[in-house]
């Protein structure tokens, strides 16, 4: 063998070595027999509802050996503990699976939910996955992180507030029957109209098109 082909042998060995061995560490990385998805907006309203859906997705037999009904149980805190009841802060999900999981079956299904943030600040998504009889925990995940932003939540309370008085206005209008009133209210109304689609503006730049206004 030429020393030329010598070298580009040892080359295509050691290229094949390295892929072989990525392709074994990719497989072990992504062996997971249970997973949640978790989908939930990234900024939230201190105090408001925070929506919150959890997919559940298990290979045949992964969850069989439960003594209760299975949970899935989510709390948001600054940091998770070992188990749902070991974790501050709101709940944002807790009920039980729907339809429950078939022994030796694969699972599907998906979970939705929602809860109030009670503090500022970057707070993290607490899930798990629970037979609460027991208290064995099938699968856990702490991943997701929300911001509750104080930005966020005055400007969607300026809007809630002028949204309101928009509301009461056309109401008033509705009912109104004299002409100098109505002119008054009508002009109260346009006013209060641009007043809310400015502040319904400034609220989605705070808080991002994932929070309901």
Do not use: W
């Given at each position: 063998?030429t020393?030329?082909r010598?070298r580009?042998?040892?080359?295509?060995?050691?290229t094949?070595?390295l892929l072989?061995g990525?392709a074994?560490?990719a497989?072990a990385?992504s062996?997971?027999?249970?997973?949640l998805?978790?989908?939930v907006?990234p900024v939230?309203?201190?105090?408001?509802?925070?929506?919150?859906?959890v997919?559940?997705?298990?290979?045949?037999?992964?969850?069989?050996?439960?003594e209760?009904?299975?949970?899935?149980?989510v709390r948001?805190?600054?940091e998770?503990?070992?188990t749902?009841e070991?974790?501050?802060g709101?709940t944002?999900?807790n009920?039980?699976?729907?339809?429950?999981?078939?022994t030796g079956r694969?699972y599907?299904?998906?979970?939705?939910g929602?809860?109030?943030?009670s503090?500022?600040g970057?707070?993290?998504?607490?899930a798990?996955?629970?037979?609460?009889?027991?208290g064995?925990v099938?699968?856990n995940?702490e991943?997701?992180q929300i911001m509750?932003s104080?930005p966020?939540?005055?400007?969607a309370g300026?809007?809630d507030?002028?949204?309101?008085?928009?509301?009461?206005?056309?109401?008033q209008l509705?009912?109104?029957?004299?002409?100098?009133?109505r002119r008054?209210?009508?002009?109260?109304?346009?006013?209060?109209?641009?007043t809310v689609?400015r502040?319904?503006?400034?609220?989605?730049?705070?808080?991002?098109p994932g929070?309901?206004?």
């Amino acid at each position: 063998m030429t020393r030329g082909r010598a070298r580009l042998t040892a080359g295509l060995m050691t290229t094949a070595a390295l892929l072989a061995g990525a392709a074994s560490a990719a497989t072990a990385d992504s062996f997971t027999p249970v997973q949640l998805n978790i989908a939930v907006a990234p900024v939230a309203r201190l105090h408001a509802p925070l929506a919150i859906t959890v997919g559940i997705t298990a290979d045949p037999g992964v969850l069989d050996g439960s003594e209760g009904p299975l949970r899935m149980e989510v709390r948001l805190a600054p940091e998770c503990g070992g188990t749902f009841e070991t974790t501050p802060g709101p709940t944002l999900l807790n009920a039980a699976l729907d339809p429950q999981p078939a022994t030796g079956r694969s699972y599907t299904g998906a979970v939705k939910g929602s809860g109030r943030p009670s503090a500022y600040g970057t707070q993290t998504v607490c899930a798990y996955l629970q037979d609460t009889d027991i208290g064995r925990v099938y699968a856990n995940d702490e991943s997701t992180q929300i911001m509750v932003s104080q930005p966020c939540t005055a400007a969607a309370g300026r809007y809630d507030r002028d949204h309101a008085a928009l509301a009461r206005a056309q109401k008033q209008l509705r009912r109104s029957k004299r002409p100098r009133v109505r002119r008054r209210l009508k002009n109260t109304v346009a006013a209060r109209t641009r007043t809310v689609a400015r502040d319904r503006r400034r609220a989605i730049a705070a808080c991002g098109p994932g929070v309901p206004l």
